[in-house]
């Protein structure tokens, strides 16, 4: 089974889906994001990071 493949699939900093080949790199209070959608950078930008961004260690 090819797991590395899947491994090395960057995953959606949003929505969490693999995202195969058409991630987006945004970077965000310098920091790397990887999403799968400018939809999906927003949600980041206004939900997810001002409740998680600052704990995260990755
Ligand atoms: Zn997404």
């Known amino acids: 089974?090819?797991?590395r493949?899947?491994?090395k699939m960057p995953r959606c900093a949003s929505c969490g889906i693999?995202?195969?080949c058409q991630?987006?790199?945004k970077t965000?209070?310098?920091v790397k994001?990887?999403?799968c959608s400018e939809?999906?950078?927003r949600i980041y930008r206004t939900y997810w990071y001002p409740k998680y961004g600052q704990k995260?260690?990755?």
């Open 1 to 3: 089974m090819p797991l």
């Open 5 to 7: 493949e899947v491994d």
């Open 18 to 20: 693999l995202v195969p």
């Open 23 to 25: 991630e987006i790199a």
């Open 28 to 30: 965000h209070a310098s």
């Open 33 to 35: 994001v990887i999403v």
């Open 39 to 41: 939809k999906c950078f």
């Open 56 to 58: 995260r260690a990755s």
